[in-house]
């Protein structure tokens, strides 16, 4: 099964404070509040968002998800099945007033599919059965006498997501978000000890170490032997336990990925008495 990585470069892209708030000035402060008193005022706005910046690609990059809505068209490959696997959870209108799948395109087909049609895996949930670890959208029938996109079934309607790479469109608003459409607590408490992380210069060495403190617990420098404490127990990306605990904790679930069975020789439309549904 083709596997394409989806264009982010087509979605918005929110800024960096909006991950704490709809007003920069109160989500800064909101950011502030997290990251712990000695930064209630010190660096200025113009540099905490610079080292916000950087924490949002880390974690994005460190989860696989985005944690704050960004809306447009990704194009997705197509399964050959009549469920299509989405990279990024979509957020429901219960979430947002703007949320939802807004416009689902087959290939070069100008003509949007009815939204009888198909049904969003969306919204939110407990971990086992959040919609948001398992976005989908399923192909469903017409709920009444309805069309596939202008093709009655039994005459090419489409039953299946044709395979492919990138031929299936779909305009939404996606964002692994809360109940209320925002980011996630536990997104927003890594942004923060992350940015903290980002604010560190190279060559700070008592700030580098000051990252690390509690690490090691003692040291005998005739025999070298050292005795590490809980923070050195990060195991993850950051070596930090809370860090790296918030980070497995948001990760995104490995993908399935299960190949169509082999293809098996049906009759022809000529030859058949109705013509096979199109399935690709």
Do not use: C
Request: a negative charge.
């Amino acid at each position: 099964m083709s596997t394409a990585t989806p264009d982010l470069s087509s979605l918005t892209a929110p800024d960096p404070w909006e991950h704490f708030g709809t007003v920069e000035a109160t989500a800064l402060l909101a950011l502030r509040a997290l990251m712990g008193s000695d930064y209630a005022t010190d660096p200025d706005d113009d540099d905490l968002t610079a080292a916000l910046a950087q924490a949002v690609v880390y974690l994005e990059g460190a989860t696989g998800r985005i944690f704050a809505a960004r809306s447009g068209s990704l194009s997705i490959d197509g399964t050959g099945t009549h469920r299509l696997f989405l990279p990024y959870p979509v957020v429901s209108v219960n979430q947002d007033a703007a949320g939802g799948v807004t416009e689902i395109l087959i290939g070069t087909d100008t003509t949007a599919l009815d939204e009888d049609t198909y049904e969003v895996n969306d919204g939110t949930g407990l971990p086992g059965r959040d919609p948001r670890d398992h976005p989908f959208i399923d192909l469903v029938a017409p709920s009444s006498g309805g069309s596939f996109v202008s093709r009655p079934p039994g005459f090419g309607g489409w039953r299946t997501w044709p395979e492919g790479i990138r031929n299936v469109h779909v305009t939404a608003l996606w964002g692994y978000l809360d109940e209320d459409g925002a980011t996630p607590l536990l997104a927003r408490k890594a942004l923060a000890g992350l940015t903290v992380r980002a604010l560190t210069a190279w060559d700070d060495t008592d700030g580098l170490d000051d990252l690390h403190l509690g690490a090691v617990t003692s040291e005998s420098t005739r025999d070298r032997s050292v005795t590490y404490g809980e923070r050195a127990g990060g195991g993850g990306i950051t070596t930090n336990r809370e860090l790296d605990l918030l980070i497995a904790r948001l990760r995104a679930p490995p993908r399935v990925r299960v190949p169509r069975p082999p293809g098996r020789r049906i009759a022809s439309v000529r030859n058949a008495l109705l013509g096979p549904v199109r399935g690709y």
